[in-house]
């Protein structure tokens, strides 16, 4: 677990060290190969697969998207509270192992499908039980609040883990600005609907199952805690679209589903709401979805996940999974009064 | 349609080549960094689907040989068959070495607590077993049994979906598909079935 001692109160980064033209990334938005053009390859036999299709196809020349998403430099300061001794995922891996249903359900199928995604405009708007909501369009996402540099352990559902340095400010401080109604319990998410730039909101067969928009939430305590956090960035630049580009919540300490992508609505709230992975399978995912190694999947143990880290395919390292991802100091009083068998 | 041994020859080949492939597509693909950023879940369902792919291909010859009075087909069954068991032996090969990187005491673990890694050790056994009895000579040996004991295919054809439909996270649309699939392959064998009992 990190030795890093909480100080409260982030400290905020001085305005001024942001640069206004570097925050509009040049996105190339042209004709990519569709998705339909590989599922085409369905009629030569129903039987095979869509990956492997779309493996097939790739293989014909066309793996590598041909336009990559152009991500732009950002400002920031480094938080030196929140850092890991451990070594950082490489970037590649990052940006090319991802679980992002709206763009395909295997691996890659993200990064195959998502470069060219529009970012900008965008439009996140803070709703609901809130003094003064909010609306931030696209510039905002970067100027409104100073930027910081985080590095979190990111720990999958599925058993996997990266340790990413993400770039971007604290869910509290946005939720402070728009101002907290005392009535409110919780807070809810919501990602982008928009089935012409997403094929898996098109497709059952390629978005899962899932019902779509992807719903994400958590109770006020959760949100305004200090490690809940607001990526605009990875890696020093804004965020691909296959990692939840232009803004997406980081809750570290809960599986990787709970840290919903390309968020477009948050709403604060009087009641739990709704989330995806819940509302398809309640058995296998909770709302609390806290990183356990006590708790096992119904299908699968969660006792150890795998490390990706820098190497070929031999180098992951199997790694015990820790108590709410090793980020316990910070959060496992929220829970104290939890039964966390029943409140997976 | 009858072929000359050396068209029964050149088939076996194609036939050969039709199930490498994939694999040199598959290893091309890793080795040339293209299987995603973390490539272990690529080739354990790229070899999973292999292996179910080419078991559903073997239950199909003997009813198309029938009905197309293909006879050729039937000698190509066997060689279909130990492809399944390569494909399968690669899948379990990929996750103990990849993804549970030799820790063996985990896999016994998971295959007592987890019902689909349970069912598909099951279908391995079942399909290790046909391998390993495959070869002419043990054939004659075994004489009525060796029919007996291949018969298992049979369960082999309903666990291997059974454990794709259990280990998917959610879209089950496709396992649906070959569950369906394979009890249609054993519905075309219903009077074998019955004249057992
Ligand atoms: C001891 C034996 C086996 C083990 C431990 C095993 C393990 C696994 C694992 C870990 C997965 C992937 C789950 C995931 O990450 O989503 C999987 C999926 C699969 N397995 Fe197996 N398996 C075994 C035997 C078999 C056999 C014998 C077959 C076929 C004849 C087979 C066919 C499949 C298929 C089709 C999938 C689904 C692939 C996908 O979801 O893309 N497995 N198996």
Not at chain 2, 47 to 75: C, D, E, W, Y
Request: glycine share 6%.
């Amino acid at each position: 677990m990190s030795k890093n001692t909480f100080t409260k109160g982030v400290k905020r980064q001085k305005l001024w060290d942001l640069p206004d033209n570097e925050v509009t990334p040049e996105t190339v938005f042209k004709e990519r190969r569709s998705i339909v053009k590989a599922l085409g390859l369905g009629a030569l036999g129903a039987s095979i697969p869509g990956y492997v299709q779309a493996g097939l196809f790739d293989l014909f020349g066309e793996e590598t998207p041909k336009n990559v998403f152009q991500s732009s430099e950002l400002a920031f300061q480094r938080n030196s509270n929140f850092q890991l001794s451990q070594a950082l995922t490489p970037e590649d891996k990052v940006t090319r192992h991802n679980n992002f249903y709206e763009f395909g359900t295997s691996k890659q199928d993200p990064f195959e499908n998502a470069q060219s995604f529009q970012t900008e405009p965008w439009s996140l708007t803070i709703e609901g039980l809130v003094d003064k909501p909010i609306k931030l369009d696209y510039d905002a996402l970067y100027k409104r609040f100073a930027l910081e540099e985080r590095t979190y352990r990111l720990r999958c559902v599925e058993a996997w883990s990266m340790v990413i340095p993400w770039v971007g400010f604290s869910l509290a401080s946005l939720l402070k600005e728009a101002g907290v109604k005392s009535s409110a319990t919780h807070v809810a998410f919501e990602t982008l609907f928009d089935p012409d730039q997403m094929p898996g909101q098109k497709s059952r067969l390629m978005g899962g199952g899932i019902h779509y928009p992807y719903v994400e939430g958590l109770t006020i305590a959760e949100a305004m805690n200090p490690l809940s956090f607001m990526a605009v960035g990875l890696y020093g630049k804004t965020l691909p679209p296959q990692n939840g580009a232009p803004i997406r919540l980081v809750v570290p300490w809960k599986y990787g589903f709970k840290s919903i992508k390309s968020i477009v609505k948050i709403r604060v709230m009087d009641k739990q709401p709704p989330t995806s992975w819940n509302q398809l399978a309640p058995h296998e995912y909770g709302f609390y979805a806290n990183v356990n190694p006590q708790v096992d999947h119904p299908r699968w143990s969660q006792a150890s996940e795998r490390s990706i880290g820098e190497g070929g395919l031999f180098s992951a390292k199997r790694i015990p999974t820790e108590m709410f991802n090793g980020y316990g100091d910070y959060v496992a009083d929220l829970y104290k009064n939890l039964d966390l068998r029943k409140f997976y | 349609m009858r072929l000359t041994p050396r068209g029964v020859w050149w088939f076996k080949v194609l036939m050969h080549l039709m199930f490498l492939t994939p694999i040199a597509f598959l290893a091309a693909k890793v080795l040339t960094d293209n299987a995603g950023g973390d490539p272990v879940q690529y080739i354990i369902h790229y070899t999973g689907m292999g292996a179910l792919n080419a078991l559903v291909v073997t239950l199909v010859i003997s009813p198309l040989a029938k009905r197309l009075k293909l006879g050729f087909l039937m000698q190509t069954r066997r060689m279909i068959g130990l492809y399944v068991f390569v494909y399968a032996s690669l899948h379990i090969f990929a996750f103990v070495s990849l993804d549970l990187l030799f820790a063996w005491g985990f896999l016994l673990e998971e295959v007592v607590k987890r019902p689909y890694i349970l069912v598909g050790a099951l279908t391995y056994i079942i399909l290790l077993l046909l391998a390993v009895t495959s070869f002419n000579r043990l054939k004659k040996k075994m004489g009525r049994s060796w029919q007996k004991l291949h018969n298992w295919v049979y369960l082999a054809a309903l666990l291997a979906p059974i454990h794709f439909y259990w280990s998917v996270k959610s879209e089950i649309i496709e396992p649906s598909i070959y569950i369906l699939i394979c009890c249609g392959l054993l519905y075309l064998r219903k009077a074998k079935f019955l004249k057992q009992h």
